[in-house]
């Protein structure tokens, strides 16, 4: 930009001069959480209220800049992350912290959308609640952005996507007008339900400042077994069986590799408690009744009976339960520290994912004999994490066509909980039909149509 001094002037002026960062100030803002995208923001906005919010994104339009609105800056896909023009704007949420109110009867909390996820969930747990949504990243992921990515996690299983716990929502449109939505209703169908926009749209059709989301009741027993199992369609069945025996009780049911652990207990330093098989099962129950720790016993019966699992555990305390999940939540930092993958974060219908993987396993060898993998996810969503590793910069391209290219064959997924982002907005689009592209065109024109807004993320610029 030529002379950026008058709007920075200008944002000084609406925000305060500490909410404007420039220079190295800005550098925590400028790249991802797995350092994969960098940009250079022209500066760093940290407003403290709505008001603020939507002064500055009247200022940033009338000055020609992008915004890229920011949360935890935890996100998978480079949505959080602005280019390297010097043009665009990061507004980040993080001051915009208050937990307005919990409303334990209504089973409701209103919040800003700079609150933490654990924090919020800490909250709501003083008041024998839980905010059911619940990822390895949620001592830093903020409102907002779970929102903006209609983030999913190891609770979808039981209690669905985050939009499905969204009743009400304030954002700051691009034009500066505020749509403040924040309704504690659980029935509300008085016209379009313009809040199911800005859920999932990745901050590129406005700022979401704050929400109103669906509360549950606390479970206060949960049972939690590691248990191995002979290949992926014994995994399936005993998923079948699990929902069968273990029913609405049944919170997760994740997929674990053999070769998973292996990297945890290598540069984690964590040894699972069963060991020495391809694939592993991680199952939780939870509720606010007893007896699902006998309802876990007979299904682990019913596994090695059938022959589904070969060995496993049931934790006996809090503190192994922990352990286990904590296995889980360290693989995505093992395997950075690896030396990181071409992640995709794909999504199959259930009964299809053991053929999926045999015959994309089988694609990935002959391609690339060398390529490593560490797949793991929720199963119980035919969500997997399938990540390649040990793959040269040159072949990450052809990789990463390949298996969309396999997922488009299984009506798949290409993105089930990660959103589209900068990392697969050219996938989406390769992919999608051309009522799909029309369609998002369309939408993006009619909310933004200075293409302000998160520019290049979920729709992509140029099509
Ligand atoms: C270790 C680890 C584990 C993870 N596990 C999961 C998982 O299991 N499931 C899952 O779904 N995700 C997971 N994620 C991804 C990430 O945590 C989620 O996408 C989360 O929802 C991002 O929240 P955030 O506040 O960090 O958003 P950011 O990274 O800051 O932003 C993400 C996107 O939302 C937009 N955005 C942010 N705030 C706003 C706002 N207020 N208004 C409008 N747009 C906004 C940004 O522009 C960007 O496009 C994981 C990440 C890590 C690092």
């Known amino acids: 930009m030529q002379d950026a001094g008058p709007l920075l002037e200008m944002l000084r002026s609406i925000c305060g001069d500490s909410a404007v960062l420039t220079g190295a100030d800005m550098a925590g803002y400028a790249s991802d959480w797995r350092d994969m995208f960098h940009g250079k923001p022209l500066c760093v906005l940290r407003p403290a209220n709505t008001a603020e919010v939507a002064k500055s994104v009247v200022a940033c339009v009338g000055a020609g800049v992008g915004i890229v609105p920011q949360g935890g800056n935890t996100g998978l896909a480079g949505g959080a992350t602005p280019d390297d023009s010097g043009r665009q704007v990061v507004i980040s949420l993080d001051r915009m912290t208050a937990i307005r109110r919990i409303d334990s009867i209504g089973m409701t909390v209103e919040l800003e959308a700079g609150v933490i996820l654990q924090t ?79 859920i999932g749209s990745e901050g590129s059709l406005g700022i979401i400042t704050a929400a109103v989301l669906r509360l549950v009741p606390l479970p206060r027993h949960r049972t939690t077994a590691l248990i191995s199992v002979p290949d992926i369609a014994a995994a399936v069945r005993l998923y079948a069986r699990a929902q069968d025996d273990i029913g609405e009780a049944l919170s997760a049911f994740e997929l674990i590799s053999g070769d998973g652990l292996a990297l945890v207990a290598t540069h984690m330093g964590q040894e699972a408690p069963v060991k020495g098989a391809d694939w592993y099962l991680l199952i939780e129950a939870g509720s606010s009744l007893p007896g699902l720790r006998t309802a876990m016993e007979t299904l682990m019966e019913a596994a090695f009976e059938e022959g589904w699992a070969t060995d496993g555990v049931l934790a006996e305390s809090e503190a192994q339960a922990d352990g286990l999940w904590s296995l889980r939540e360290s693989l995505t930092e093992a395997e950075g520290k690896a030396g990181g993958a071409i ?71 290409i993105s089930a909980e990660h959103g589209l982002g900068q990392y697969r907005t050219a996938e989406w689009a390769r992919l999608a039909t051309p009522p799909e592209h029309d369609l998002t065109h369309r939408i993006k024109r009619a909310l933004d149509p200075m293409g302000v807004m998160n520019p290049g993320k979920v729709v992509p610029l140029h099509d």
């Open 343 to 413: 992640k995709h974060d794909l999504s199959v219908p259930i009964p299809e994912i053991a053929d999926f993987l045999q015959e994309t396993g089988k694609m990935l060898r002959s391609m690339v004999p060398e390529a490593r993998l560490n797949i793991f996810g929720h199963l119980g969503d035919g969500n997997l994490h399938y990540n390649v590793m040990n793959v040269a910069k040159a072949d990450s391209a052809r990789v990463n066509t390949a298996v969309h290219d396999m997922v488009a064959r299984y009506n798949g997924s």
């Open 120 to 198: 919020a969930k800490e909250a709501a747990a003083a008041e024998n609640r839980l905010l059911p949504i619940s990822l390895a990243a949620e001592g830093s992921a903020r409102i907002g952005g779970l929102i903006a990515t209609n983030a999913g996690g190891v609770d979808v299983l039981r209690y669905g996507m985050t939009r499905g716990l969204v009743l009400g929502l304030e954002v700051v449109l691009p034009d500066g007008q505020v749509l403040h939505r924040l309704r504690h209703l659980r029935k509300d169908n008085a016209g379009y339900d313009l809040k199911q926009l800005f």
